[in-house]
């Protein structure tokens, strides 16, 4: 079975630029979340999506947003970034809403803004 | 404001010996806590998780202990393996996952 799978797994861009990082979840799985992951800060929640349907959103500005598709398959977006947005950005799925079960995580995706 | 605290940010243990790494927590309104691990280059794998309405759960080598009234949850490994070297998260979840910074345990042969 398939696990999670992130593109691209690196990524280099420049302040003011915008970015789409995508996850495949476990097949089966409808739970998609979100999170950065930075030296200082660990793990942030970012957002979660369950059957297409944004259900939860961490305490981050509205430059980051995504989206779920009929398939499970999820996107997530920066618009403007900022230097501050360097991080590893890591994609969790999950049979069911995250209450449920446990959340297996992807690679991640590390995005290097300059 | 930190709502999962994982005071010591580095751990080192002798091979065959116990780990215990600690967690505190300050939200009351989790349901249950999980305990992750991570590899370099690698997403966070799941290990073993608590209810919060027991205080104890135990798989294979890992033993998790959940006090309420103190808030505080602890995983031990017994016995450590070099294998264990990484860096471990405790996440409780109430709407959505909330980590601790982690804890990078290095198990000495």
């Known amino acids: 079975k398939a696990g999670v799978t992130q593109t691209p797994r690196y990524l280099i861009k420049t302040r003011g630029q915008q970015v789409t990082l995508s996850c495949s979840p476990i097949?089966?799985?409808?739970?998609v979340s979100w999170y950065q992951q930075t030296p200082g800060q660990g793990l942030q929640f970012l957002f979660e999506y369950f059957s297409e349907t944004q259900r939860n959103k961490g305490n981050f500005p509205g430059r980051f947003s995504g989206r779920q598709f009929s398939n499970s398959r999820s996107e997530m977006n920066v618009s403007t970034l900022e230097l501050g947005d360097s991080a590893l950005y890591l994609c969790a799925s999950s049979l069911d809403w995250q209450g449920a079960t446990e959340a297996f995580f992807g690679q991640g995706t590390r995005l290097t803004v300059v | 404001d930190q709502q999962v605290k994982q005071n010591s940010p580095s751990l080192s243990v002798q091979e065959g010996r116990i780990s215990i790494l600690n967690c505190d927590y300050t939200?009351?309104?989790?349901?249950?806590f999980l305990w992750y691990k991570k590899y370099p280059a690698e997403g966070p794998t799941f290990l073993i998780s608590i209810s919060s309405i027991k205080d104890k759960n135990e798989d294979g080598r890992f033993t998790v202990f959940l006090n309420k009234s103190a808030k505080h949850l602890s995983l031990h490994i017994v016995p450590s393996q070099p294998g264990d070297s990484a860096v471990y998260f405790c996440a409780g979840y109430g709407q959505n996952f909330v980590f601790g910074p982690g804890t990078r345990l290095s198990v000495l042969p």
């Open positions: 939200n009351s309104m989790f349901d249950y």
């Open positions: 097949s089966g799985h409808r739970s």
